[in-house]
């Protein structure tokens, strides 16, 4: 039988290790479990305050030495950063929260019995990230503008008349969302097992490819492989004249028309500005030449007017000038102005049509490649006629009766009809009537008195 005083000691160990038990739980209850290191820095037995102070200080220790190396494949920079600048930073407040659940005693279990017993250091979890989507977003974008690399279409090389086609290179470009997590994962781990220097690619920051829109492929398909026709117009006229034509038969140059496509040169040249470049130039505007941004470029129409009918191509839409040109002979001009005339025409064979368009020793060439044509065209103008300039006298009252000075040299007009003849091999002709044009006089002008 068991003595009383036995019963009072096992009594008395029990509320002893009662009260410990608790004061333990109640010690432990916001304050970081005993064993806890981070990088070498002891967290146990520290408030949740102080472990986070601690914390942060370690970290901006830790960042202060460390190297985050952006090195791109194939690129010559070679960038170094830190952590801050990619917008991640630790949230002290989660990681704390996983630090005690993972290192907090069992319910019976006492952190004292744990200390005596000589407890393992306890593994610190991976930070908790706290992301400031700007900054991430800022990086990510640097980063893409450092790798982004646009992809060249293959493309048709004329030497010589000779149609060549060139293979496309594929373009780079930055895949954030592919990276993301990545980053975040490198980040982490790169404080649980510390590193002084820190690659980033190409394991974490992922480069994709960026296919061509054009390939090899492609242009063989397209069949071009001859010259159909060429048209030739001389350029005269000052500096931002000739800039306008250059500018618009550059854009032009390399593009290409699909078997039964209507080909627009308003659509494509589209509004001629400031902002794209073009300069101011002279313009014909009722019957008269005045300033207009993208004068100049008629002239590209129509050496493309003439290049398509040579080329045997369908004739949608066509408008003459309201004055004679000097570039062209009659009935051969196609006038352009954005949203109001403008110069159409169907590519009506069966493989794709190249236009090519330079300027060149004060020539703008215009070219069509394709398939040899199977005849010969010829462009001929019928039924010409010249229109008399008229006289017109403008009166000042400043000046004597007899008085009569030459103003504005005149011009005449024009009336003429073009046709375009088809030669096949086979013997036969067939004849298009093209147009029936107009060209108003320029008045002869005087001054006189009254």
């Not at 974490?204 to 492929?217: M, N, R, S």
């Not at 039964?260 to 313009?283: D, H, L, M, W």
């Not at 352009?336 to 060149?360: E, G, M, P």
């Amino acid at each position: 039988m068991i003595s009383k005083p036995l019963i009072k000691l096992w009594a008395a160990l029990l509320v002893l290790l009662l009260i410990l038990w608790s004061g333990d739980r109640i010690y432990y209850q916001e304050r970081i479990p005993p064993g806890v290191y981070f990088n070498q820095t002891y967290l146990g037995s520290l408030s949740f305050e102080k472990a986070e102070y601690m914390l942060d200080k370690k970290y901006r220790t830790l960042t202060s030495k460390q190297e985050i190396n952006v090195n791109i494949p194939g690129f010559s920079n070679d960038i170094s950063l830190n952590w801050e600048e990619t917008g991640i930073h630790p949230d002290w407040g989660n990681t704390l929260e996983e630090v005690y659940r993972e290192a907090r005693p069992e319910w019976w279990e006492l952190n004292l019995t744990r200390r005596l017993a000589g407890i393992s250091p306890i593994e610190f979890p991976d930070l908790h990230p706290q992301i400031k989507e700007d900054k991430l977003a800022d990086f990510f974008s640097f980063i893409s503008s450092e790798v982004k690399q646009y992809p060249r279409n293959a493309y048709f090389r004329v030497e010589e008349d000779q149609v060549y086609q060139k293979v496309q290179q594929e373009g780079t470009c930055f895949k954030p969302s592919a990276s993301r997590n990545n980053l975040v994962e490198k980040w982490a781990s790169s404080f649980k097992n510390y590193k002084k220097t820190v690659e980033l690619f190409p394991e974490v920051l992922k480069i994709g490819t960026w296919p061509a829109g054009i390939t090899l492929h492609d242009l063989q398909e397209k069949d071009v492989n001859s010259l159909m026709a060429r048209f030739k117009t001389e350029v005269k006229g000052d500096a931002n004249r000739i800039h306008n034509i250059s500018l618009a038969a550059d854009s032009l140059d390399g593009e290409t028309v699909s078997p039964g496509e209507s080909f627009s040169f308003n659509r494509f040249i589209g509004e001629t500005s400031r902002e794209k470049g073009y300069r101011g130039a002279p313009v014909i505007l009722k019957g008269e030449f005045v300033e207009g941004v993208g004068g100049g470029i008629c002239q590209v129409s129509t050496t493309l007017y003439n290049v398509a009918l040579k080329a045997n191509l369908e004739i949608i839409e066509r408008f003459p000038h309201s004055l004679m040109v000097g570039y062209v002979d009659p009935g051969r001009d196609a006038a352009v102005a954005y949203d109001y005339l403008d110069l159409k025409f169907k590519n009506t064979h069966s493989h794709h049509l190249l236009i090519k368009a330079k300027v060149d020793e004060h020539q703008l060439i215009t070219s069509i490649y394709g398939q040899p044509l199977t005849g010969e065209v010829e462009i001929v103008a019928r039924d010409a006629q010249e229109v008399p300039s008229p006289i017109e006298e403008v009166v000042d009252p400043d000046y004597p009766p007899d008085y009569r000075e030459l103003i504005q040299e005149g011009s005449y007009g024009y009336r003429v009809t073009t046709w375009r003849k088809r030669y096949f091999n086979h013997g036969e002709t067939d004849k298009e009537k093209l147009s029936q044009d107009y060209y108003r006089p320029v008045p002869r002008k005087y001054l006189v008195g009254e």
